[in-house]
């Protein structure tokens, strides 16, 4: 049977519970702890290894029950195993059991035990199963998991272009699913063939942290089922924005979540709503904003290691958004960093629709050497490109180009170089850079096809209501 024929016949049932009430979501976390009790089963089993899950939570204990006695079991197993330590701990952090009804429980125990020994498995042929389900969640958009998945080929685009190397350290401070940790870890695990090395990258090479409970799981488990993280878990559940921590790394690959403002409702004892600012105070932010983008652009900065180097991707506004904070970090970043690449990607390839984002490479540089900005190339992938998640997918090939560009460092079409002494220029230092005539404001017989017209015509709506909650937002702060 093939990975997708799996992942599909694994994937099947989740319908059945959706139309029950229960969210692919939910399905998929469900899947996620009853995997992982299953393959700790077989590792004891078929390889005579010890078991990391006490006897009285095992699958052998789940899969030998019915009806209210398995719900019983399930429910137990879960709360408990949510107080281990390490991987396990992180696994089953806050773990509930979605699936009280003990029939539906069973069905799915016995899907997950029937196609088994997963164990059996390539490491890579599990992972991928694994990061087939949660791009079907992340593909239904009533989910909300859309916003944790970035698209494969950015990532791998990315990681081909920062090229993190054996020995380096990477560190996702937005980790999500785990994308660019096993992204990162794909390329670094074929440079070299010694053992210690390779134990080390999986072992301490990777680092993800992610404010999410749900996410931070899920991510968990795609990377053990890598076989990364077999005993600690490389990536914990936190706010990564509360402190800049004293651990630093070579390699920063990350997606920060989508939305311009960190804000949360306070209920007051008279039942009044409020809308606060989460402005984060830290001494080495050198600018205080409310702008989560800003704020992980700032923490990236700190995080990086002496010679490290970023890949970020961040939304539109990063560029343009004036005020003291935005112009200011743009300014930190061309004067205390090498910001030498930036890359425009088109629209239509987020699950979140409206998402106008790009990439900043850039690199941290010894300040006793000269760390400034001396030029800064931009790949415009946007002007003239149509994508759609259904019709015109994007693949890794798209950005053959942009890879070859990047290495070579020749201007084309979509490539220029701009200096230092040019951007120093631009009004409010404004990095929003476009040069290339956009043909379906010119001809009418170049405006793409009627679906990718439409899917784009929802992408500009969904970009237009995104802006009208910012200032909806704006306003609700001004009124208080």
Same mark, same amino acid.
């Given at each position: 049977?093939?990975?997708?024929?799996?992942?599909?016949?694994?994937?099947?049932?989740?319908?059945?519970?959706?139309?029950?009430?229960?969210?692919?979501?939910?399905?998929?976390?469900?899947?996620?702890?009853?995997?992982?009790?299953?393959?700790?089963?077989?590792?004891?089993?078929?390889?005579?290894?010890?078991?990391?899950?006490?006897?009285?939570?095992?699958?052998?204990?789940?899969?030998?029950?019915?009806?209210?006695?398995?719900?019983?079991?399930?429910?137990?197993?879960?709360?408990?195993?949510?107080?281990?330590?390490?991987?396990?701990?992180?696994?089953?952090?806050?773990?509930?059991?979605?699936?009280?009804?003990?029939?539906?429980?069973?069905?799915?125990?016995?899907?997950?035990?029937?196609?088994?020994?997963?164990?059996?498995?390539?490491?890579?042929?599990?992972?991928?199963?694994?990061?087939?389900?949660?791009?079907?969640?992340?593909?239904?958009?009533?989910?909300?998991?859309?916003?944790?998945?970035?698209?494969?080929?950015?990532?791998?685009?990315?990681?081909?272009?920062?090229?993190?190397?054996?020995?380096e350290t990477v560190c996702d401070p937005a980790c999500g699913?785990?994308?660019?940790?096993?992204?990162?870890?794909?390329?670094?695990?074929?440079?070299?063939?010694?053992?210690?090395?390779?134990?080390?990258?999986?072992?301490?090479?990777?680092?993800?942290?992610?404010?999410?409970?749900?996410?931070?799981?899920?991510?968990?488990?795609?990377?053990?089922?890598?076989?990364?993280?077999?005993?600690?878990?490389?990536?914990?559940?936190?706010?990564?924005?509360?402190?800049?921590?004293?651990?630093?790394?070579?390699?920063?690959?990350?997606?920060?979540?989508?939305?311009?403002?960190?804000?949360?409702? /306070?209920?007051? &004892?008279? @039942?009044?709503?409020?809308?606060?600012?989460?402005?984060?105070?830290? +001494?080495? !932010?050198? $600018?205080? *904003?409310?702008?989560?983008?800003?704020?992980?652009?700032?923490?990236?900065?700190t995080i990086l290691e002496v010679n490290g180097r970023?890949?970020?991707?961040?939304?539109?506004? /990063?560029?343009? &958004?004036? @005020?003291?904070?935005?112009?200011?970090?743009?300014?930190?970043?061309? +004067?205390? !960093?090498? $910001?030498? *690449?930036?890359?425009?990607?088109?629209?239509?390839?987020?699950?979140?629709?409206?998402?106008?984002?790009?990439?900043?490479?850039?690199?941290?540089?010894?300040?006793?050497?000269?760390?400034?900005?001396?030029?800064?190339?931009?790949?415009?992938?946007?002007?003239?490109?149509?994508?759609?998640?259904?019709?015109?997918?994007?693949?890794?090939?798209?950005?053959?180009?942009?890879?070859?560009?990047?290495?070579?460092?020749?201007?084309?079409?979509?490539?220029?170089?701009?200096?230092?002494?040019?951007?120093?220029?631009?009004?409010?230092?404004?990095?929003?850079?476009?040069?290339?005539?956009?043909?379906?404001?010119?001809?009418?017989?170049?405006?793409?096809?009627?679906?990718?017209?439409?899917?784009?015509?929802?992408?500009?709506?969904?970009?237009?209501?995104?802006?009208?909650?910012?200032?909806?937002?704006?306003?609700?702060?001004?009124?208080?």
């Open positions: 049977m093939s990975n997708e024929q799996l992942v599909a016949r694994v994937w099947n049932y989740a319908h059945v519970l959706r139309e029950q009430g229960i969210s692919y979501g939910d399905y998929v976390e469900q899947i996620t702890y009853l995997l992982f009790l299953k393959m700790d089963h077989e590792r004891e089993e078929l390889l005579g290894e010890g078991s990391a899950v006490p006897p009285q939570w095992s699958w052998a204990q789940l899969v030998s029950k019915d009806g209210d006695e398995l719900e019983a079991q399930y429910r137990q197993a879960l709360e408990n195993l949510a107080r281990e330590r390490g991987l396990i701990g992180t696994i089953f952090r806050k773990a509930q059991n979605k699936l009280s009804d003990p029939a539906k429980l069973k069905r799915v125990v016995s899907l997950i035990d029937k196609e088994g020994p997963w164990i059996g498995m390539q490491v890579d042929v599990k992972g991928e199963i694994y990061e087939g389900l949660l791009e079907r969640n992340a593909s239904e958009v009533k989910s909300g998991a859309g916003q944790y998945f970035t698209p494969r080929p950015v990532i791998e685009a990315i990681v081909e272009c920062v090229d993190p190397r054996i020995g699913t785990g994308g660019f940790l096993l992204a990162a870890y794909d390329h670094m695990k074929g440079q070299t063939q010694d053992r210690e090395k390779l134990h080390a990258l999986r072992k301490d090479g990777l680092k993800g942290v992610d404010i999410v409970d749900e996410v931070v799981r899920l991510c968990a488990m795609n990377l053990y089922l890598h076989g990364i993280g077999n005993g600690d878990s490389p990536v914990v559940q936190g706010d990564a924005l509360a402190s800049q921590g004293t651990a630093r790394f070579d390699v920063v690959l990350t997606n920060p979540p989508f939305g311009k403002k960190s804000s949360y409702k /306070v209920v007051g &004892e008279d @039942g009044s709503v409020t809308t606060e600012r989460e402005n984060y105070e830290r +001494e080495d !932010f050198k $600018f205080t *904003t409310s702008n989560k983008q800003f704020n992980f652009l700032q923490h990236i900065m970023a890949g970020v991707v961040l939304p539109d506004n /990063v560029l343009f &958004e004036a @005020g003291r904070a935005g112009e200011g970090i743009r300014k930190r970043l061309l +004067e205390g !960093f090498n $910001f030498h *690449t930036l890359l425009r990607l088109p629209t239509g390839i987020w699950y979140s629709p409206g998402v106008k984002a790009n990439v900043l490479f850039f690199d941290k540089r010894p300040a006793a050497r000269d760390a400034q900005t001396k030029e800064l190339w931009v790949y415009d992938y946007r002007t003239n490109i149509h994508k759609t998640l259904k019709t015109k997918r994007l693949t890794y090939e798209d950005f053959n180009d942009f890879v070859h560009c990047y290495r070579e460092r020749k201007e084309t079409e979509r490539f220029r170089r701009f200096s230092y002494e040019e951007l120093a220029q631009r009004d409010k230092l404004n990095l929003d850079i476009f040069w290339l005539k956009d043909d379906s404001l010119e001809d009418i017989d170049s405006l793409p096809a009627p679906d990718v017209l439409a899917a784009e015509i929802v992408e500009n709506l969904e970009a237009a209501l995104e802006q009208f909650r910012s200032v909806s937002l704006e306003l609700a702060g001004d009124g208080e």
